[in-house]
């Protein structure tokens, strides 16, 4: 792995960590999504200062260079995280559909009793 790679790699963990931090204290990011980032910004850490592990982890996929490795890890793992982020509004566009279906039941209820 060339010594570009990894320093820009120290690079942009560092600045992720900073900035999730700021936005942690500026309660702007729940703590559950910034331990994601958190974690992955160790893991890119992990891989720019210790590049064989990356090297080591390409050869056991059979990829050629460790840069690419790391590049398909890191598509990896943002996909599974979109994956994750897709399920978690799914799940919120439901609940608001039958909180706004419930409200207005119960709107059109005591509008029927007043008309009575």
Do not use: H
Request: aromatic fraction near 12%; glycine fraction near 2%.
């Amino acid at each position: 792995m060339s010594i570009s790679l990894r320093i820009i790699l120290i690079a942009v963990s560092v600045l992720t960590v900073l900035f999730m931090i700021s936005k942690i204290r500026k309660t702007k990011l729940q703590i559950e999504y910034a331990i994601f980032w958190l974690g992955f910004s160790v893991l890119l850490l992990v891989f720019s200062i210790f590049p064989q592990i990356a090297m080591w982890m390409s050869d056991i996929c059979g990829i050629e260079s460790p840069a690419n490795f790391i590049f398909l890890f890191v598509i990896f793992i943002l996909l599974i995280n979109q994956f994750n982020m897709t399920i978690k509004l799914s799940n919120a566009e439901s609940r608001t559909a039958g909180i706004i279906q419930e409200t207005a039941i119960r709107e059109k209820m005591k509008k029927d009793e007043k008309c009575d």
